[in-house]
């Protein structure tokens, strides 16, 4: 693999003799200033960056520069950045160490040395990239639960692994049954609050009024029947993670006490005053266009913004390359297991009817329609009709036996021209241009009645 340099310097003099030092199997990219090198960087994916500090417009400072390294490790965490410092500039160099950077380097140049530092860099880069390639392997589709092989599930699953790990609250948006909560757990067994409790709560299936106890928590005494103090959902999450499912169906007015937590970070018990702090992360999930419903004043414009610091949009199974068939697979053999019928595997026409459908219920729908085809079929195959899917197969099928086409094609003129001529057998003969006998022989042959009453029986 070609080996990716970006190199950051305002001085095209330097710039130059900077290219030159490096061998040319290196694929070097050279940007002069902060906006650059963030385009260069989403562009090109350099593996190495070496950053000259002084950028305008504070070439004779370090603060454009600062600024830029802080940026460049937050966007692409794996990229080495090497900083280029003036000869006397210790304390910047320590300075940027201490911030991320892998590396500093001294004016004025020198080719080998910093031939050196670079392919220290480089190597050091590839070596935490392989790294982190035998950890996803070893964890097969490399977050627990999570069956997927579209680049756009893998995209949200590599999302997901650098979300985890921080406290950032995180919105998953998709259709029913797309893995949204699946997601949501993931999230928290990934992170360092995997030992502590997941709480879930579903806001769309909650009526209004108890859902900001349940929520919340009440104190003994508050409504009529509150004989306990009760902890809510919140609290009961706390040290771990608050997975609010449905937000886009909470109440306005619990909205605005969702809010007051978001911001403070304490809970008030339903007939409290006294604030209690809770440390929870939170991530909610919605299968509605949030966007909409702030348009439509049904949620806060506010909350969104506070809930959603981190979003990811879950794509409908119709919309992933080859999921549906990956995801169709691995539930038909986990069922099969468990169903003692561990042997079973898919027929051409299931296959092509699992690909072809739109599967408007997702993954809940797969797993319901691999679980009845699972009871259903017969032998070791599992066939379009077993999943009561559309299967284009099928008319072929019948279309195999041309007798068969060509009786039902006979059967079906002989009852529509007796229907037609209201049942009049000599008009029938003529309107099919049969002799009557030969009318007869053919509704004897296929049992069709020759009588209005009788054929409606
Ligand atoms: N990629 C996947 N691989 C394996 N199983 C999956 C996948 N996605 C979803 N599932 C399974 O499908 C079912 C539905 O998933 P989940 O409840 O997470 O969906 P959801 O988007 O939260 O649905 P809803 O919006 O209706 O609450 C669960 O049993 C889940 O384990």
């Not at 969104?304 to 794509?315: A, C, N």
């Not at 691995?330 to 898919?346: A, E, I, V, W, Y």
């Given at each position: 693999?070609t080996?990716?340099?970006?190199?950051?310097?305002?001085?095209?003099?330097?710039?130059?003799?900077?290219?030159?030092c490096?061998?040319?199997?290196?694929?070097?990219?050279?940007?002069?200033?902060?906006?650059?090198?963030?385009?260069?960087?989403?562009?090109?994916?350099?593996?190495?960056?070496?950053?000259?500090?002084?950028?305008?417009?504070?070439?004779?400072?370090?603060?454009?520069?600062f600024?830029?390294?802080?940026?460049?490790?937050?966007?692409?965490?794996?990229?080495?950045?090497?900083?280029?410092?003036?000869?006397?500039?210790k304390?910047?160099?320590?300075?940027?160490?201490?911030?991320?950077?892998c590396?500093?380097?001294?004016?004025?140049?020198d080719?080998?040395?910093?031939?050196?530092?670079?392919?220290?860099?480089?190597?050091?880069a590839?070596?935490?990239r392989?790294?982190?390639?035998?950890?996803?392997?070893?964890?097969?589709?490399?977050?627990?639960?999570?069956?997927?092989?579209?680049?756009?599930?893998?995209?949200?699953c590599?999302t997901?692994?650098?979300?985890?790990?921080?406290?950032?609250?995180?919105?998953?948006t998709?259709?029913?049954?797309?893995?949204?909560?699946l997601?949501?757990?993931?999230?928290?067994?990934?992170?360092?609050?995997s030992?502590?409790?997941?709480?879930?709560?579903?806001?769309?299936?909650?009526?209004?009024?108890?859902?900001?106890?349940?929520l919340?928590?009440?104190?003994?005494?508050?409504?009529?029947?509150?004989?306990?103090?009760?902890?809510?959902?919140?609290?009961?999450?706390?040290?771990?993670?608050?997975?609010?499912?449905?937000?886009?169906?909470?109440p306005?007015?619990?909205?605005?006490?969702?809010?007051?937590?978001?911001?403070?970070?304490?809970?008030?018990?339903?007939?409290?005053v006294?604030?209690?702090?809770?440390?929870?992360?939170?991530?909610?999930?919605?299968?509605?266009?949030?966007?909409?419903?702030?348009?439509?004043?049904?949620?806060r414009e506010?909350l969104?913004?506070?809930?959603?610091e981190?979003?990811?949009?879950?794509?409908?199974?119709?919309?992933?390359?080859?999921?549906a068939?990956?995801i169709?697979?691995?539930?038909?053999?986990?069922l099969?297991?468990?169903?003692?019928?561990?042997?079973?595997?898919?027929?051409?026409?299931?296959?092509?009817?699992?690909?072809?459908?739109?599967?408007?219920?997702?993954?809940?729908e797969?797993?319901?329609?691999?679980?009845?085809?699972?009871?259903?079929?017969?032998?070791?195959?599992?066939?379009?009709?077993?999943?009561?899917?559309?299967?284009?197969?099928?008319?072929?099928?019948?279309?195999?036996?041309?007798?068969?086409?060509?009786?039902?094609?006979?059967?079906?003129?002989?009852?529509?021209?007796?229907?037609?001529?209201?049942?009049?057998?000599?008009?029938t003969?003529?309107?099919?241009?049969?002799?009557?006998?030969?009318?007869?022989?053919l509704?004897?042959?296929?049992?069709?009645?020759?009588?209005?009453?009788?054929?409606?029986?």
């Amino acid at each position: 693999m070609t080996r990716r340099l970006l190199i950051v310097e305002d001085d095209p003099g330097l710039q130059s003799q900077m290219r030159w030092c490096f061998n040319e199997d290196l694929d070097i990219t050279v940007a002069s200033d902060r906006e650059s090198a963030l385009a260069a960087l989403r562009r090109v994916e350099p593996d190495v960056v070496t950053l000259d500090l002084g950028l305008p417009p504070d070439p004779g400072g370090s603060s454009e520069g600062f600024s830029l390294l802080e940026e460049i490790l937050r966007l692409a965490s794996l990229t080495k950045v090497i900083v280029v410092t003036g000869r006397e500039d210790k304390e910047n160099a320590v300075k940027a160490i201490g911030m991320g950077a892998c590396d500093f380097y001294q004016k004025p140049l020198d080719a080998d040395i910093l031939n050196f530092v670079v392919n220290r860099a480089f190597r050091l880069a590839e070596l935490e990239r392989e790294n982190q390639d035998l950890a996803r392997q070893r964890n097969g589709a490399n977050i627990k639960g999570i069956v997927a092989a579209s680049p756009q599930m893998l995209a949200i699953c590599r999302t997901l692994e650098k979300v985890a790990p921080t406290d950032v609250t995180t919105l998953i948006t998709g259709e029913t049954g797309t893995g949204k909560e699946l997601l949501a757990r993931a999230i928290h067994d990934l992170s360092h609050r995997s030992r502590k409790p997941f709480a879930a709560i579903n806001c769309a299936a909650i009526p209004e009024n108890l859902l900001e106890s349940e929520l919340f928590g009440f104190e003994k005494g508050s409504f009529t029947g509150a004989t306990q103090t009760k902890k809510g959902k919140i609290e009961s999450a706390n040290g771990g993670t608050l997975f609010l499912d449905e937000i886009g169906d909470m109440p306005m007015a619990l909205q605005a006490k969702l809010l007051r937590f978001l911001q403070e970070r304490v809970v008030d018990r339903v007939g409290s005053v006294q604030p209690i702090p809770v440390d929870v992360r939170v991530v909610c999930a919605t299968h509605r266009d949030v966007k909409s419903l702030i348009d439509s004043g049904d949620f806060r414009e506010d909350l969104y913004y506070r809930i959603s610091e981190i979003t990811l949009d879950v794509p409908a199974v119709r919309d992933r390359e080859g999921d549906a068939l990956v995801i169709a697979q691995s539930l038909l053999k986990n069922l099969g297991k468990q169903m003692d019928r561990p042997t079973l595997t898919f027929s051409e026409d299931a296959i092509d009817a699992i690909s072809s459908y739109a599967w408007p219920g997702n993954v809940r729908e797969m797993i319901n329609k691999v679980k009845r085809a699972t009871i259903m079929a017969d032998g070791k195959r599992v066939t379009a009709e077993d999943l009561e899917l559309p299967s284009e197969h099928t008319s072929h099928d019948h279309q195999l036996n041309l007798r068969q086409v060509r009786e039902n094609a006979e059967r079906q003129a002989i009852v529509q021209a007796l229907r037609t001529c209201n049942f009049n057998v000599a008009q029938t003969s003529r309107l099919l241009g049969v002799t009557r006998p030969t009318l007869y022989n053919l509704t004897d042959k296929y049992r069709i009645e020759t009588s209005a009453e009788a054929s409606k029986t």
